[in-house]
């Protein structure tokens, strides 16, 4: 996990950053990599990894992005690889040790799941790169938070759905938490601050709660709901308290990636 301070510090220069290369709502990757003589490859690498950050000989760098998984240079996916290696530039402690020869170049997966310090610090300069606070914000979304939400800011933004979902549970307008699963097994979740600190009915790498409207899906027939669900907080939570107002469960459902994600939150 990321302190807070490290936060406020690497949301810092990505926002700068997004702020002096962008049209409207969207930020200009390939205009911030050129503009520090990064050269850039969207080209074939199989399955071996998403993006690769290099440093040559002569000090130049190069980001290397892979078609293979998805990763072509108009695709949401493929926007979020290329700001992930801007993100092991920019950043100074990622950077420098390159160059110095002191860590070789590693490719990176899409991973939200990561246990490495320094794909998740890239990961996160990602988000606030390609989704500064100002920025996000701003965009109109309804008074009252649903999955459309999630989908029309990832639309605005030009950013992928589970990047997205991760920028609204840190700095988004309402409490909700998110659990991603695939093949009824929990793969990682996350909560806004504000969200009931209650104990979960669930483990990551573990089944999902049957109940849930996620858990119905992988285990019965003809149980796929992409509406808004009301649900018993007992179905995920052991909760401390009785909520004054209405649980809510909507999912969505990645077809090419075979992953569910679970919103939940309160009216």
């Known amino acids: 996990m990321i302190a807070d301070h490290r936060k406020a510090a690497l949301n810092k220069l990505a926002s700068h950053i997004a702020s002096e290369f962008h049209s409207q709502n969207v930020s200009l990757l390939e205009q911030i990599a050129e503009s520090e003589g990064i050269a850039y490859y969207f080209d074939h690498y199989e399955n071996s990894f998403d993006g690769m950050l290099v ?35 920019f950043i100074e402690e990622h950077r420098i040790p390159l160059m110095k020869g002191d860590i070789p170049p590693h490719g990176s997966l899409h991973d939200f799941e990561h246990r490495d310090a320094t794909e998740e610090e890239a990961d996160y300069f990602a988000g606030c790169l390609l989704m500064p606070e100002n920025r996000f914000r701003n ?22 759905i589970l990047s997205t979902v991760l920028r609204f549970v840190e700095i988004g307008t309402h409490e909700i938490l998110v659990v991603v699963s695939e093949n009824n097994i929990v793969k990682w979740f996350a909560k806004s601050k ?58 969505y459902y990645s077809e090419s990636y075979g992953y569910v994600i679970s919103l939940i939150w309160f009216d």
């Not at 979304?141 to 933004?157: A, D, H, P, V, Y």
Request: aromatic share 14%; proline share 5%; net charge negative.
């Open 139 to 160: 965009i109109p979304t309804g008074r009252k938070f649903s999955l459309e939400t999630i989908l029309k800011l990832s639309e605005t933004l030009n950013t992928s």
């Open 194 to 251: 504000d969200f009931p600190n209650w104990s979960f009915r669930f483990k990551v790498h573990q089944t999902l709660p049957a109940a849930t409207v996620a858990g119905e899906f992988f285990t019965k027939t003809d149980s796929k709901y992409t509406g808004i669900e009301d649900v018993e907080p007992e179905n995920w939570f052991f909760p401390a308290w009785v909520p004054k107002t209405q649980m809510h469960e909507q999912c």
């Open 55 to 89: 440093c040559d000989e002569n000090n130049h760098f190069h980001i290397h992005i892979n078609i293979d998984r998805g990763n072509t240079q108009t695709s949401k996916r493929g926007r979020f690889t290329f700001a992930h290696e801007l993100a092991h530039y």
